[in-house]
């Protein structure tokens, strides 16, 4: 027996989403997984401009435009849109132009691909190897410069004690802090060898996040808390996820400044899908503040070591944290623009 499909069932039985617009951006038909990517029905979205189904997001209609223009497919890679303040997706968007019967130019169908949090985990492994890269190197090195390091920090120590002229005195005290500074900088790239024992255990998250609040103190801005206490346990290394989640905490409170704001929210996934299509729920925390924001070039190698916003930080941290987010099999994103920015980790749940 011979079945036969119609265009519009396999359209609608597409994985992808699609949205077909006229010359003027309205919206002309959209299948079933675009609805489900912007979260609406097809009778809300078919005969609005796209323009307001993405409002603040001008990728999209640049994408169409210029392929309407060129007659010919365009492509951009995880691009970020937000058909609602509560959904965030990232998604790979194609371009096509349509011609009609006569061969005139009537449009373009728009194709959204979600990118998985699969390959968002193949990048953070990629990442990974790099940080063990660097710290293996560091490993390698550190006691031949620590070594030496510590002998000028003696010399200078015993310069002070023979001569207590003011200037050399200042620069005796310069040469120390010079040391120091380069001791601890060792220290930390250190952390990112791979040979740090993991002490599995099961944790509760909220515990941890009290406790790096216990160490930040009282001065402001006090963070304030969005706590689902429903969340089930996670496991994980305890002192590690305490450094990781005081890096995000002091990092959003320097930026929002003594009179900003910043919060943390957590609450369950619906289900993360990871390697060959497996989906688990994963606790999220979110760290948010509202500080001028992480600038427009940075934003993509803001996890990458020696890349910082800090006139004085060391661009380690944040390397760090993604390291220790995907050492527990988890993601951390960063969203940010002018007047706030937004870190979130998934971290999967125990199994039960």
Do not use: W
């Not at 989403?17 to 038909?29: A, E, H, L, Y």
């Not at 130019?105 to 492994?125: C, F, H, K, N, P």
């Amino acid at each position: 027996m011979n079945a036969t499909f119609s265009p519009d069932n396999l359209f609608d039985q597409l994985p992808t989403g699609f949205i077909t617009v006229d010359r003027r951006g309205v919206v002309r038909d959209v299948n079933s997984a675009a609805e489900r990517l912007l979260g609406k029905p097809r009778r809300r979205l078919i005969g609005r401009p796209l323009s307001k189904l993405l409002p603040g997001h001008p990728v999209a209609e640049d994408l169409l435009n210029r392929a309407q223009q060129l007659l010919m497919p365009c492509r951009f890679r995880n691009a970020q849109i937000h058909p609602d303040p509560d959904t965030h997706l990232t998604v790979s968007l194609t371009a096509c132009p349509l011609q009609d019967a006569n061969g005139e130019l009537a449009g373009a169908v728009l194709q959204l691909e979600e990118v998985s949090a699969a390959e968002r985990l193949e990048e953070g492994e990629r990442l990974n190897e790099t940080l063990d890269s660097l710290g293996s190197m560091a490993l390698a090195v550190a006691h031949e410069v620590k070594n030496p390091l510590a002998g000028i920090r003696g010399a200078a120590q015993i310069l002070e004690l023979e001569c207590q002229a003011p200037a050399t005195l200042e620069c005796t005290r310069l040469i120390r802090d010079e040391v120091d500074r380069i001791t601890r900088l060792l220290d930390t790239l250190l952390g990112l060898a791979d040979d740090q024992p993991f002490m599995e255990g099961e944790i509760n998250i909220h515990q941890i996040l009290d406790h790096v609040l216990q160490i930040c103190g009282a001065p402001p801005p006090l963070p304030q808390r969005d706590y689902d206490p429903s969340l089930p346990a996670i496991r994980g290394d305890r002192d590690q996820l305490v450094q990781l989640f005081l890096n995000l905490v002091k990092n959003a409170r320097e930026a929002a400044g003594p009179e900003g704001r910043v919060e943390i929210h957590t609450r369950i996934s619906q289900g993360v899908r990871l390697v060959q299509g497996q989906r688990r729920h994963h606790v999220i925390v979110e760290i948010r503040d509202n500080g001028p924001g992480i600038p427009a070039a940075l934003r993509k190698r803001i996890f990458l070591p020696f890349v910082t916003t800090k006139s004085r930080g060391t661009g380690l941290g944040l390397a760090i944290s993604r390291k220790i987010v995907n050492d527990h099999g988890g993601l951390m994103e960063v969203k940010s623009h002018p007047g706030q920015t937004l870190f979130r980790v998934l971290l999967p749940v125990a199994a039960p």
